[in-house]
């Protein structure tokens, strides 16, 4: 949902073995899923680069943040599962704020390259994470395996939400948790787009000027990428698929069987800040912003962001805010 891909990665190229040129794929004939596939795989080297992911107090924070909105301090877990994990960000920041002391970590993503990166994060910060490739529409795990099934948007990527909720569902344990954060809403990402939007058309203007031109960040193809990285970077665009109303997710989560169902949405202003600094941030010529626009732009969040939950939430519909937290559990047999 990015205004434009940032940094290129380059992946090895589809080569013609007479010539040496790069053949960019044939990326159109290609399925829903195989295009998801194919397009997390590239991104995957590059990804907690372009969405400013960290292992440090900051993102920590913001994981464990997320968590306690939905699940009290002092619950314990045995096996816990990230569906649509990437590389790691949720799974890994909970752990290191102590959210899941002592359980068995998992991962599943349908792009086995993200799950490569996953593992090797996980051990820089001095966690074995299982992982296994798979389709969260069919998980590759046995019934009541897990007691914790977590996901941070991810759901909004699938081509059917409902069928993952079901298999979350049906890998839950008797009693077992579900969490899933960071998923768009309906009239939230209709407001933030504006806001994108407007962002993006102020600053081509500004820097339509003569001399500033240079603002700019260069081409993919400019930057060194590759025809394969100008093509792969364009399906970003076909692999977002859903935004959600609140209302709607809490009806999906009772249908696969959970009860305990409750969604919660947080972020307004802030967010509206947060995708105007992305948006910037994608925008502009790598390496021109630097430290202190970076420590501006995060404590700026982080004061709206509180204004949003101590203010705002009071008296403006959930509807209005961009991120929905689901929580739910699986009923006991009777």
């Given at each position: 949902m990015s205004a434009e891909p940032l940094e290129p990665v380059t992946p090895a190229p589809v080569a013609d073995a007479s010539a040496g040129a790069d053949i960019p794929p044939d990326v159109r004939s290609l399925d829903l899923k195989a295009k998801q596939r194919v397009y997390h795989d590239w991104e995957a080297r590059n990804y907690d680069?372009?969405?400013?992911?960290?292992?440090?107090?900051?993102?920590?924070?913001?994981?464990?943040?997320?968590?306690?909105?939905?699940?009290?301090?002092?619950?314990g877990f045995g096996q816990v599962l990230e569906v649509g994990a990437g590389t790691g960000f949720f799974l890994i920041n909970l752990a290191l704020a102590g959210c899941v002391d002592g359980a068995t970590l998992h991962a599943t993503d349908l792009s086995?390259?993200?799950?490569?990166?996953?593992?090797?994060?996980?051990?820089?910060?001095?966690?074995?994470?299982?992982?296994?490739?798979?389709?969260?529409?069919?998980l590759p795990y046995a019934d009541a395996s897990f007691d914790l099934v977590i996901g941070h948007a991810f759901i909004h990527h699938l081509p059917v939400p409902g069928a993952a909720l079901q298999e979350m569902?049906?890998?839950?344990?008797?009693?077992?948790?579900?969490?899933?954060a960071g998923e768009p809403t309906e009239l939230g990402d209709?407001?933030?787009?504006?806001?994108?939007?407007?962002?993006?058309?102020?600053?081509?203007a500004v820097t339509a000027v003569p001399g500033l031109n240079s603002l700019r960040k260069p081409s993919i193809t400019d930057a060194g990428g590759t025809a394969t990285?100008?093509?792969?970077?364009?399906?970003?665009?076909?692999?977002?698929?859903?935004?959600?109303?609140?209302?709607?997710?809490?009806?999906?989560?009772?249908?696969?069987?959970?009860?305990?169902?409750?969604?919660?949405?947080?972020?307004?202003?802030a967010n509206w800040v947060g995708w105007s600094v992305r948006t910037i941030?994608?925008?502009?010529?790598?390496?021109?912003?630097?430290?202190?626009?970076?420590?501006?732009?995060?404590?700026?969040?982080?004061?709206?962001?509180?204004?949003?939950?101590?203010?705002?939430?009071?008296?403006?519909?959930?509807?209005?805010?961009y991120n929905l937290i689901l929580h739910a559990r699986k009923p006991y047999a009777r």
């Open positions: 680069t372009k969405f400013s992911i960290s292992y440090d107090q900051r993102c920590i924070d913001y994981a464990r943040d997320r968590f306690r909105k939905v699940v009290p301090e002092g619950a086995e390259v993200m799950l490569e990166v996953c593992r090797r994060n996980g051990e820089e910060h001095g966690l074995q994470i299982a992982t296994r490739q798979g389709d969260a529409e069919a569902a049906r890998v839950l344990t008797p009693g077992g948790t579900l969490v899933i209709k407001l933030s787009w504006m806001v994108k939007n407007a962002t993006w058309r102020s600053f081509r990285d100008e093509v792969l970077a364009r399906l970003e665009h076909e692999v977002d698929l859903h935004t959600f109303r609140p209302k709607d997710v809490e009806k999906m989560a009772r249908l696969a069987g959970l009860t305990e169902v409750s969604v919660v949405t947080e972020e307004l202003v941030e994608g925008a502009v010529r790598p390496g021109l912003l630097g430290p202190r626009w970076a420590y501006a732009a995060f404590h700026s969040y982080l004061a709206l962001h509180r204004f949003d939950d101590e203010v705002l939430a009071r008296f403006l519909p959930r509807e209005l805010f």
